[in-house]
C-alpha cells in the first residue's frame, strides 16, 4: 500500500466521520502519528481544537486532501522532468553521433587538402590541385546533405579523374575517399 493509497484511506475515514458525526477514538492521533511530521505545521495549527470535535477532524481532511495533491503535482513534475531528460539525452546522442561523423569526415578533407597541397608540382601541377580540391569540396557538400546518389556520382568522378596521375596522388586521396565510400557501406 503506497503513500496515497494511505492518504486516500485517512481521507475517506475523516469523510465517513464528518458525514456520520460519529468520529472513531484515535482517527485523529494516527493521523498525526503518520504525518504530523511530514506535512508543515499541523499539529501548532490543530493546538486550539478538540482532536475528537468534527471541526479538528475536518481541518486534518482538509490537511490529508492538500498534502495528497502536493504529492500527485510533484509525481506529475518529476515524470514531466524525466522525460525532459530522456529526450534531451536523445538528442545530445543523436547531435554527438552525427556532430563527431561530420567533424571527422570534415578534418579528414582538410587534411587531405593540404596533404595534396604538399605534393610537388612535378607530381600534379597547381591547376590540377586546384580541380581537385573544388571536386573535393563539392564531395563533401553532398556528403553533408546526406544525398547518396550525388555522393556517388561524386565519388566515381572523382576516381575517374585521378586515375590517370600520379600514384603519389592516389595515395593521398585514398584515405579520404575510403572514408566516405565506408560511411556510404549499407546506403543506397
Not at 553532398?142 to 586515375?163: E, F, M, P, Q, W
Amino acid at each position: 500500500m503506497g503513500k496515497i493509497d494511505t492518504l486516500n484511506g485517512f481521507i475517506q475515514e475523516c469523510k465517513e466521520a464528518l458525514s456520520t458525526n460519529s468520529i472513531p477514538t484515535g482517527l485523529a492521533y494516527r493521523i498525526i502519528a503518520a504525518y504530523g511530521s511530514e506535512i508543515k505545521d499541523m499539529i501548532p495549527r490543530l493546538a486550539n481544537y478538540n482532536s475528537n470535535s468534527p471541526s479538528y477532524i475536518e481541518k486534518l481532511m482538509v490537511k490529508l486532501i492538500n498534502y495528497k495533491d502536493n504529492i500527485e503535482m510533484e509525481e506529475v513534475r518529476e515524470l514531466r522532468e524525466l522525460e525532459k531528460l530522456k529526450l534531451q539525452s536523445a538528442i545530445n546522442i543523436t547531435n554527438n553521433n552525427n556532430s563527431n561523423a561530420n567533424i571527422n569526415i570534415s578534418v579528414s578533407l582538410v587534411s587531405t587538402i593540404k596533404h595534396l597541397q604538399t605534393l610537388p608540382s612535378s607530381v600534379i601541377n597547381d591547376k590540377e590541385k586546384e580541380e581537385l580540391e573544388d571536386k573535393l569540396t563539392v564531395l563533401q557538400a553532398a556528403l553533408d546533405n546526406r544525398d547518396c546518389d550525388k555522393v556517388k556520382s561524386k565519388l566515381t568522378n572523382i576516381l575517374k579523374y585521378i586515375g590517370d596521375k600520379s600514384i603519389d596522388v592516389i595515395i593521398t586521396l585514398l584515405p579520404y575517399l575510403g572514408t566516405i565510400a565506408n560511411s556510404l557501406g549499407g546506403q543506397g
